[in-house]
């Protein structure tokens, strides 16, 4: 499989790149992270030699049994699974970049006070639930700007954007929907002065919506790097 890394993220760069020309948005505008969990660190490598350095991990464990092999190559590590506000400490070991999975203000709270004591800042992405599924995080779309607000007065704390998971359907329109609503949450914190800028939305099988609905950030792992053992329903809960 490993062989098959670059010309997979050639696929994905050129389906990218047509979804942008057909929604009219420059294709410069759309950055691709590489959701590397159950990757290893020898393909992960692999996809960085192709000028590809941005990877969200899902697991704290797996940042930690790779960070060694990856830390001589320059890339930008996002977090993008669900954290535990008792894990807070032991992420910010490995110079993780951003946490787009901020989805509540009890962690954004532990949050800031580790970055307060450890005198840093963190980029972040706060995360809503668009298809108000139980089986995924995130905060109600609700509740969002008073969410954010709260969010925005804890000062280690950057908001640089906003992420959901789409609903996994056959079905476009309704896979449409939950990125049309995170749109329409990103407008209302922007207009409240909020600086949510990025969208981190869409996958391998709904990246051309999510880019004709505004993504910034397209999530993409098995397209790249195969087949897990394990189907994505699995991965959901990332407390575990």
Request: glycine residues 4%.
């Amino acid at each position: 499989m490993k062989n098959n890394i670059p010309n997979n993220l050639k696929d994905i760069l050129n389906r990218i790149a047509i979804a942008c020309k057909n929604a009219n948005r420059d294709p410069e505008a759309v950055k691709l992270l590489m959701a590397t969990k159950t990757v290893s660190a020898e393909n992960i490598k692999i996809a960085f030699e192709s000028n590809q350095t941005l990877i969200g991990e899902n697991k704290i464990q797996e940042i930690k049994e790779k960070y060694d092999s990856l830390k001589s190559v320059k890339h930008e590590k996002h977090f993008i699974g669900h954290l535990q506000t008792n894990k807070v400490k032991e992420l910010l070991r490995y110079d993780v970049d951003c946490i787009q999975s901020l989805d509540r203000l009890r962690l954004a709270e532990k949050l800031q006070n580790r970055l307060e004591y450890e005198d840093k800042t963190i980029d972040a992405y706060l995360q809503f639930n668009t298809s108000y599924e139980d089986s995924k995080f995130g905060m109600k779309p609700e509740n969002a700007l008073t969410f954010a607000l709260a969010v925005q007065k804890l000062d280690r704390i950057n908001i640089k954007g906003l992420m959901t998971i789409g609903l996994f359907s056959a079905e476009d329109d309704k896979v449409r929907k939950c990125f049309k609503l995170l749109k329409n949450i990103q407008k209302e914190l922007l207009e409240n002065g909020i600086p949510a800028h990025e969208l981190s939305m869409g996958m391998s099988g709904d990246l051309e919506i999510a880019i004709e609905e505004g993504a910034t950030i397209i999530r993409v792992g098995t397209a790249i790097f195969g087949k897990r053992e394990h189907p994505d329903s699995y991965y959901w809960n990332e407390g575990l």
